[in-house]
């Protein structure tokens, strides 16, 4: 199972939809030529599994050295293929790097779902949700994403690529947050603001974190915030 979920995951980032190629390839090969269907779901999961294991070796190098010194060569070392096997999945360094950052936030993307599926059944409260943003905010994600967000910042066709999911990742993001607030009646408009002044405040505290190590002063921060969040959700629950 977890093969097919990296399969469909890995269609839909080249845009792809994982059902129609299914349902055509039953089509062309007959549903009584199991052999070939098998044989074929079989070489689809292994290019599906090489294809996660060179994002995630970029994704290694991109957090460990670098975007700037990031290359096919270090990838394929990193991943342990060939150059020629990465190139015959990735033609280029810009396609390697465009879809390894989409394969992080779609992870992201998942994962946010099962913290809106926790608050569903009432296992997280706001201050919970607010240390995994922080947890997002100060490690791998964030590094990751800030090195290509420099490099992307004048490369039109980076840009171009990840935004798509970039912004599926902060509507992910508004899902979970909006059901914190409406069922106190904050206004929509109040609630978005209160999303990004708390993505905003995380992300500087985040770049913080690469010149000053000191876990008293971030705690200190996320708390007060906290206290400012309840205020205003005490403030609605009482009008």
């Not at 294809?51 to 957090?63: G, N, V």
């Amino acid at each position: 199972m977890e093969l097919i979920s990296n399969l469909r995951k890995i269609l839909r980032i080249f845009n792809i939809n994982p059902d129609i190629i299914i349902s055509e390839t039953l089509n062309d090969l007959g549903t009584g030529n199991m052999k070939e269907i098998r044989s074929l779901n079989n070489q689809e999961m292994r290019s599906a599994r090489m294809q996660t294991k060179i994002m995630i070796a970029t994704l290694d190098c991109i957090y460990e050295i670098g975007l700037h010194k990031t290359s096919t060569i270090k990838v394929s070392k990193k991943a342990g293929v060939s150059r020629g096997a990465l190139l015959h999945h990735f033609p280029n360094k810009e396609v390697l790097i465009s879809s390894a950052v989409t394969y992080l936030l779609e992870t992201e993307i998942a994962d946010i779902r099962k913290v809106a599926d926790a608050y569903a059944h009432k296992e997280m409260t706001i201050d919970d949700f607010i240390d995994n943003l922080w947890n997002r905010f100060s490690g791998r994600l964030f590094m990751i994403t800030m090195d290509f967000l420099s490099v992307a910042r004048t490369d039109d066709k980076l840009r171009d690529a990840i935004s798509p999911t970039s912004l599926k990742f902060h509507a992910s993001l508004n899902e979970i947050w909006t059901q914190f607030f409406t069922p106190l009646g904050v206004d929509k408009e109040q609630v978005k603001v209160l999303l990004n002044a708390t993505i905003s405040l995380l992300r500087g505290m985040g770049v913080q974190t690469i010149i000053r190590d000191d876990k008293e002063y971030y705690d200190g921060m996320i708390s007060v915030w906290k206290l400012t969040l309840h205020g205003i959700l005490n403030k609605n629950a009482h009008e």
